[in-house]
């Protein structure tokens, strides 16, 4: 397929069919509102099913039940929305059922405002719901890799059976960008997962259950363990990261989604005028990728937070990956409101005057 303009919620359902999702259940909140409503009108042009549904509680355990066929589904919401899917996270976890969900972050708290923000991020990575439990968690900056990380969150899903978050904003669900959205070719699930719900003839007709409740403790225990042993698979496996000038670096952005293509232009500017400044861009927020930390040259000397968060909530993770052996400053703008370009270049100049560059 050649590149194409396309709008970012559109461009995310496009990816999501060709990544073979058959099963989309939702409930409208803008700012994606055009997720559910171009999937009802391309899903059953592929012999998928849509269900508009009475609200996000009702979304996530529809989910659910999609999920445990083994095929290929999916939900979209926005914040407040995801807040409602909560206990049904939780509950697919548990079950091990693979799917995907986006989140187009909208400023917050409360109901918020439509514009983008980046408050979803302890949702998102410290678990939206209770118990012990985890998601992958993809953050894309552009609509060309939210594409890419949508059909990767559908493989990743199967293969952890585990749910995998998208975390897009107002800017990449509204913006429009040309993408190359690729087919993915995948096999039945009928034929590869024995552990989905249904009747199997080679089994003599036996039926297949899926369980996610496990109510003797030694039992829980059991299924808790088996959990974090993958988690631990996932960590290993899974982190996905981008450094940007960091070679040679003396301060470097900590930055993701939206917030690091502003980042990238101010250290392009910064550059220009002499001055050493790289990006480092966490893909995947969860597992977090301490990997992509550990190793930093010996001349950077200072990180700089960059978010559209006013908790600063990846603040933590930044300083967990470096082990606390740099200092950290923070800038960022919440309620809808973006870092500028300026605004992240004047915080470096300060910062780096600081540091005695100019």
Known sequence: MAKVLMKGTEAIAEAAIQAGCRYFYGYPITPQNEIPEYMSSRLPQVGGVFLQCESEVASINALMGGAATGYRAMTTSSSPGISLMAEGMSYIAMGELPCVIVNVMRAGPGLGGILPAQGDYFQATRNAGHGDY??????????????????????????????????????????????????????????????????????????????????????????????????????????????YLVEDAELVIAAYGTTSRMARTAIDRLRNDGLKVGLIRPITLWPYPVKGFRDLPASVKLLLDVEMSSEYQMLDDVKISTECRLPVETYGRWGGFTPSVHEIEDKCRELLGKLGKK
């Open 134 to 243: 985890r998601m992958i968690v993809l953050a894309p900056d552009n609509l060309q890799e939210a594409v890419d990380l949508i059909q990767d969150g559908f493989d990743l899903s199967q293969k952890y059976r585990t749910p995998v978050m998208v975390l897009a904003d107002g800017f990449m669900g509204q913006m429009m960008e040309a993408v190359e959205i690729k087919t993915r070719t995948i096999e039945d699930p009928k034929s590869n997962a024995e552990w989905a719900l249904g009747w199997r003839k080679e089994r003599g007709g036996a039926r297949t259950i899926v369980y996610n409740l496990k109510l003797k403790p030694e039992d829980l225990e059991i299924q808790v363990t088996h959990l974090q042993q993958k988690y631990l698979k996932i960590r290993e496996n899974e982190q996905r990261v981008e450094r």
